[in-house]
């Protein structure tokens, strides 16, 4: 049995939440709850600490699925959740303000786990803000990340987020072959 450990990372709102609460086999644990007050003005929960989600994939390996805070308060988890992970999903809320600053942010603020590692980026909310459009991404992304794998993805749709983490494991897969 294989298990392989992925984080997911993005702004606020960007559905992490969502997305692992959609792929987890089992019951997310979250600590959403203790963070009513901090964020109140943007939502009335937000991810302090971490989310954790557990997928079993058709081919027998077990997914474990790690979600960080948004803020940029808590960038001191980041390290510690992307320690002994294998990629990075990348979730891009599209209705923010500036869904590319975002990109840019967390791009930085990941590269060097992304680096030894692999990335899939999963632009959220395209239905309440169609542009930036997939393209517009794909030509925002840095040449050296020309290869990411960029997808609309819904966090509410489970069919949606596993195609993006198959994505991250396919890539993943191409980098051990070549
Ligand atoms: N309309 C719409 N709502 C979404 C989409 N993805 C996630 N959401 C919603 O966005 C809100 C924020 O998601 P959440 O998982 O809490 O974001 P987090 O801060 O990244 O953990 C939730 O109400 C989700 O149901 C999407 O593609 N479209
Ligand atoms: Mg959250």
Redesign the pocket.
């Given at each position: 049995m294989t298990e392989h450990k992925i984080i997911l990372t993005?702004?606020?709102?960007?559905?992490?939440?969502?997305?692992i609460r959609s792929l987890s086999d089992i019951e997310p644990v979250s600590t959403d709850e203790l963070a009513s007050d901090i964020t109140k003005a943007r939502?009335s929960?937000?991810?302090v600490a971490m989310?954790y989600g557990l997928l079993k994939l058709d081919g027998g390996e077990t997914i474990h699925l790690y979600?960080t805070p948004?803020q940029e308060r808590f960038d001191f988890m980041w390290d510690i959740l992307t320690t002994g992970g294998i990629g990075l999903v990348l979730?891009i809320n599209n209705a923010r303000p500036a869904p590319f600053k975002d990109l840019a942010f967390f791009l930085a603020a990941f590269s060097g786990f992304i680096d030894k590692s692999a990335l899939a980026i999963g632009v959220?909310?395209?239905?309440?803000a169609d542009a930036p459009t997939l393209d517009d991404y794909y030509a925002e992304l840095p040449p050296k990340y020309s290869n990411t794998p960029v997808f609309e993805?819904?966090?509410?749709n489970k069919n949606d987020v596993v195609i993006l983490v198959e994505s991250l494991l396919f890539s993943l897969d191409q980098g051990l072959e070549a």
């Open positions: 993005g702004p606020v709102g960007a559905g992490k939440s969502t997305a939502k929960q937000t991810t989310d979600g948004g979730l959220t909310q395209m239905d309440i993805v819904d966090a509410r």
